[in-house]
């Protein structure tokens, strides 16, 4: 990444760089280009993106992708801006032809789910577990597929390909899943499968191996005496109050709480 940025938070998902970055108020970079292709979604702020044949203004909710080595200038708003950013190497593009693709070009689109996808990506950086790394490559591939032509997502019922994906992680939810594994299993596009999964199922891939992981310890809340600090150990997560938070959200109460409940 550029100079003027601060607050870089960045993580390798086998070839995708992910970030969290801001840039400077005002900052202005002039004419430039990167050696990775990107997938940009605004969280806050602004900024002006110049390229040789257009000039594009992104604004919270946007998304914005380029190709490797485009040239362009950028002009920051007065607020700063908040990002997060996918990037593809040169050097990678072979082992993920997929994200090529959809890299290949400029374009700006809005979508109502693109920032909420983003902003969740934020909460993993801020509080990561077991199951942050696969929620970070799901939300990733759902973003670049918006770049994809919808298909079949006005399906009702979920194809046998995604049930057998979902039924696969819920039987092994120990194992390290990757949606990119899970969709070549399918015979899906990553992104494709990522946007399918989330329709039938009402969250990322990652968000449901950690939902499985918490019912696995709700389960042994209500038959073992086992501690609470060991639960939270096995069930992946980073600390005992990440555990306890993650808890609540999906049960309504903490895990003590729980197990005094249903005991």
């Known amino acids: 990444m550029l100079a003027g940025n601060a607050g870089l938070r960045q993580v390798d998902l086998r070839g995708l760089l992910v970030s969290e970055v801001r840039f400077n108020p005002g900052l202005y970079l002039p004419s430039h280009y990167h050696d990775t292709a990107c997938l940009t979604v605004m969280l806050a702020g602004g900024l002006r993106e110049r390229f040789p044949r257009q000039t594009l203004d992104c604004v919270p909710g946007w998304v914005l ?35 090529a693709s959809l890299l290949s070009r400029v374009s700006l689109l809005r979508d109502n789910g693109a920032r909420a996808l983003a902003t969740r990506m934020t909460r993993e950086f801020a509080r990561p577990d077991g199951a942050s790394r696969l929620v970070l490559e799901s939300c990733a591939l759902e973003l670049m597929a918006l770049l994809l032509p919808e298909r079949g997502m006005g ?109």
């Open 155 to 263: 399906e009702r019922n979920a194809p046998a390909w995604l049930a057998a994906s979902r039924d696969r992680m819920r039987d092994d939810p120990w194992a390290e899943h990757s949606t990119r594994d899970l969709a070549d299993a399918a015979g899906v596009h990553p992104g494709y499968f990522a946007r399918r999964f989330r329709k039938h199922y009402g969250r990322s891939v990652g968000a449901y191996l950690r939902h499985t992981r918490l019912e696995w310890a709700a389960t042994q809340l209500r038959t073992t005496r086992r501690p609470l600090s060991e639960l939270a150990h096995l069930a992946r997560f980073a600390d005992h109050s990440h555990f306890t938070r993650e808890f609540k959200r999906q049960f309504g109460v903490p895990p003590r709480v729980y197990r005094e409940r249903y005991s």
């Open 65 to 99: 992708a380029k190709p490797w080595q485009e040239r362009h200038d950028d002009l920051f708003s007065r607020e700063g801006c908040r990002e997060i950013v996918i990037e593809l190497p040169a050097e990678r593009a072979g082992d993920l032809p997929e994200a």
